[in-house]
């Protein structure tokens, strides 16, 4: 990345860029290949690694203490063999469905829409699209299956 713009600069950068550049750019800041995740998560990701570059990263005792929070928060990740793992406390999904964004906050109790608590996004995306959906798969956590599914339950 071009050392002579600001960090701002470079932060700002990231939503012009496409899709291509940002997976290059992410093997150059983190030595490997981008995982497959939403644009914006991408982007959000991207842009923490750009400032943590740039200003430091976490203090060894404030990485500890998020650790000791999130086991006090109750959150436990899905199990290794699990298709899908639930995203980090505190991740913003968004989904545009009918020319309206739907923004799902991952909390240590489920998940947050439009100031109300639920357990599944599948129940969230059947709110929102009035049929029964794959949470996961609405949301973009999770691909289609090879079976020709279309997202619906």
Same mark, same amino acid.
């Given at each position: =990345?071009? @050392? @002579?713009?600001?960090?701002?600069?470079?932060?700002?950068?990231?939503?012009? =860029?496409?899709?291509?550049?940002?997976?290059? +750019?992410?093997? !150059?800041?983190?030595?490997?290949? *981008? /995982?497959?995740?939403?644009?914006?998560?991408?982007?959000?990701?991207?842009?923490?690694?750009?400032? !943590?570059? *740039? +200003?430091?990263?976490?203090? !060894?005792?404030?990485?500890?203490?998020?650790?000791? *929070?999130?086991? $006090?928060?109750? %959150?436990?990740?899905?199990?290794?063999?699990?298709?899908?793992?639930?995203? /980090?406390?505190?991740?913003?999904?968004? $989904?545009?469905?009918?020319?309206?964004? %739907?923004?799902?906050?991952?909390? /240590?109790?489920?998940?947050? &829409?439009?100031?109300?608590? &639920?357990?599944?996004?599948?129940?969230?995306?059947? =709110?929102?699209?009035?049929?029964?959906?794959?949470?996961?798969?609405?949301?973009?956590?999770?691909?289609?299956?090879?079976?020709?599914? %279309?997202?619906? *339950?």
């Amino acid at each position: =990345m071009n @050392d @002579d713009k600001t960090l701002a600069a470079r932060v700002v950068a990231l939503q012009s =860029m496409k899709t291509e550049e940002l997976r290059k +750019l992410w093997k !150059e800041l983190y030595g490997k290949d *981008a /995982p497959e995740l939403d644009l914006r998560i991408l982007r959000q990701r991207l842009s923490n690694r750009i400032q !943590e570059l *740039a +200003l430091g990263g976490l203090s !060894e005792k404030s990485s500890d203490r998020l650790k000791q *929070a999130s086991k $006090k928060s109750g %959150h436990k990740p899905k199990a290794q063999n699990s298709r899908l793992v639930k995203p /980090p406390l505190g991740t913003v999904i968004t $989904k545009e469905y009918n020319g309206e964004i %739907h923004e799902v906050i991952v909390t /240590p109790q489920g998940f947050e &829409y439009r100031g109300e608590m &639920y357990k599944s996004l599948t129940r969230i995306a059947t =709110m929102i699209t009035g049929s029964s959906w794959s949470g996961p798969l609405f949301f973009g956590l999770k691909s289609k299956s090879k079976g020709g599914e %279309h997202g619906q *339950a």
